[in-house]
């Protein structure tokens, strides 16, 4: 019997429909290994849970629930004009929560496309770490290391895709220890989990090849990377093993430009969430600047600007 695969996801009932589009971009591209998903949620309404059990039926996986509530995470700051919720954070306590025997998980954000096998994500060595994770888009930016007090000798990592070392975080209590990072920095947490993680654990880090979390950063012309990324970013921009859909700017809303909304769409496609909305986030005005826009370079006046080194893929 093959090795299982450990899984976390941490979806609300809002972001369910994503997380059940990931899950089967997971299980399609992993059809033959033994996986078992951990959903660590407050509470989700009956439909959801129905919805994500009839998922791993579908496709002989198996999914089990974990309840938690939001007291615990009282001190956590959410502040207005977040794009995400205090279930940011679960990740944080997942360790104390899961069973013991499990001693590595892998957790996977909703806004994720699952675009390979992950056998060889899993399988990484973190022996000696707390987690595996992939550099930051943004690892550049000097702001973060001065705010969080780190130094930039350990690039700061992205807190979508996770291997997670369980044991050396109950052994070193470091789920209290990242708590009580919030609880003492409220002013300086403003990434949530990814602020704390990376101040809390920056000397405990091995730093994952990038595709195993491919940023939508990454394939920006704007971004001066330094020569090592460039070429690991132009290795797999193609065919990264775990697309993530960074930013404000979702797969899920109208008009999207990212060079792999077609793959997201075709996942959303084959699941049971087909049905779920395209989200018009756009005012009368922004609709009509993007359909001058496209007549403008459809007519050749003005030439479309190359804002990702790649086009739409299928």
């Not at 009932?13 to 089967?24: A, K, Q, R, S």
């Not at 195993?212 to 193609?238: L, S």
Request: glycine content about 2%.
């Amino acid at each position: 019997m093959k090795e299982v695969i450990n899984i976390l996801c941490t979806p609300d009932d809002n972001y369910v429909p994503y997380c059940g589009i990931m899950l089967t971009s997971l299980f399609e591209n992993n059809k033959e290994e033994n996986i078992v998903v951990y959903i660590l949620c407050e509470k989700l309404s009956d439909k959801n849970i129905a919805d994500l059990e009839s998922l791993a039926i579908a496709y002989n996986k198996e999914i089990r629930f974990i309840y938690l509530t939001k007291e615990l995470f009282n001190n956590c700051p959410i502040r207005e004009g977040d794009h995400v919720s205090i279930a940011a954070y679960y990740r944080i306590i997942a360790p104390n929560l899961l069973p013991k025997e499990i001693k590595k998980i892998l957790y996977f954000d909703c806004d994720i496309i699952i675009n390979n096998n992950i056998t060889e994500l899993f399988n990484t060595d973190i022996s000696g770490y707390a987690m595996g994770a992939v550099i930051d888009e943004a690892y550049f930016n000097k702001a973060t290391y001065e705010r969080l007090t780190y130094p930039t000798t350990f690039p700061s990592i992205n807190s979508g895709v996770i291997l997670f070392n369980l044991d050396y975080w109950r052994k070193n209590s470091t789920a209290d220890k990242c708590l009580s990072y919030i609880s003492h920095n409220r002013d300086k947490v403003i990434f949530h989990d990814q602020d704390t993680i990376n101040a809390v654990l920056y000397k405990e880090i091995k730093r994952l090849p990038l595709t195993y979390n491919f940023q939508t950063g990454f394939m920006f012309t704007t971004y001066n990377y330094e020569a090592k990324v460039k070429e690991e970013i132009a290795k797999h921009v193609y065919t990264p093993t775990v697309i993530h859909y960074t930013g404000c700017g979702k797969p899920w809303h109208l008009h999207s430009h990212h060079p792999y909304v077609k793959r997201f769409l075709y996942y959303r496609e084959i699941s049971l969430w087909k049905n779920t909305p395209i989200i018009d986030n756009e005012n009368f005005k922004s609709k009509l600047r993007y359909v001058i826009t496209n007549i403008i370079w459809l007519l050749g006046i003005k030439k479309r600007p190359k804002s990702y080194i790649i086009e739409k893929q299928d």
